[in-house]
């Protein structure tokens, strides 16, 4: 089992939908996670990152984090056609000596 | 500080041939990573700094593959004996982790295609 599971898509919605983006993880350490997008042949673009279990919004996204379940998800509301890329999530210990472990990223396509 | 610069953006290099690709961090951000991204996969990773000390690299790295953090501010990741399978897309990012602070900024990548 890897250690971050993430659906890879392709997902298309209608522009101005919600949308749900979501992980699931084996490593009980975790407890620093983070969205990232990344556009066509782009470096990722940190989203937002989160602490632990809870919610966390800014502007139109909202991360959500259930350590109990290891289960975390991005909404996007109000999506629109630029918000059409690759969302990877990623996550680590937060110890000093530790990596930051990626999903392999869910295409997101927002139809006009 | 604009953010992460890797150097070349893109390298094609003949299959047996060294490279050596260059990431310039943040400035005052003291960790820095390598990862490895292929088609329609998240970012692998490769190895990561504090300041100068190497911490840890990935046990899919083979020896043919070097990083080096000389002086705790830029980064270079040599691949020697290149080989077709060695095509990707090289990410390097950096963080500031005075504790446990850790996201990461991503620079634009080296593409590299092994032909």
Same mark, same amino acid.
């Given at each position: 089992q890897k250690e971050v599971e993430q659906d890879p898509g392709p997902l298309s919605v209608p522009e101005g939908a919600i949308v749900s983006l979501n992980c699931t993880y084996s490593? &009980?350490?975790?407890q620093y996670f983070m969205w990232y997008r990344q556009y066509s042949r782009k470096g990722p673009e940190l989203l937002m990152y989160t602490y632990s279990s809870g919610n966390k919004e800014d502007g139109r996204f909202t991360a959500q984090v259930d350590k109990s379940s290891k289960y975390i998800s991005l909404f996007i509301r109000? &999506?629109?056609? &630029?918000? &059409?890329a690759t969302y990877l999530c990623a996550m680590n210990q937060?110890?000093?000596d530790d990596k930051i472990i990626f999903g392999k990223g869910t295409r997101l396509h927002i139809l006009p | 500080d604009t953010g992460v610069s890797q150097n070349p953006r893109h390298k094609i290099t003949k299959r047996g041939q060294n490279v050596t690709f260059r990431c310039d961090p943040?400035?005052?951000?003291n960790r820095l990573y390598w990862y490895r991204q292929t088609l329609g996969q998240g970012p692998e990773f490769l190895t990561y700094f504090q300041n100068e000390a190497q911490l840890e690299k990935s046990?899919?790295?083979?020896?043919r593959f070097s990083a080096e953090r000389p002086k705790g501010s830029f980064s270079t990741l040599e691949i020697q004996?290149?080989?077709?399978?060695?095509s990707a897309m090289y990410l390097c990012a950096s963080s500031f982790a005075p504790l446990e602070v850790t996201e990461a900024f991503f620079g634009q990548g080296t593409r590299l295609t092994v032909v």
């Open positions: 490593n &009980s350490a975790f109000d &999506s629109q056609p &630029s918000d &059409s937060m110890n000093r | 943040i400035s005052e951000h046990r899919l790295l083979s020896d004996r290149t080989e077709q399978g060695d």
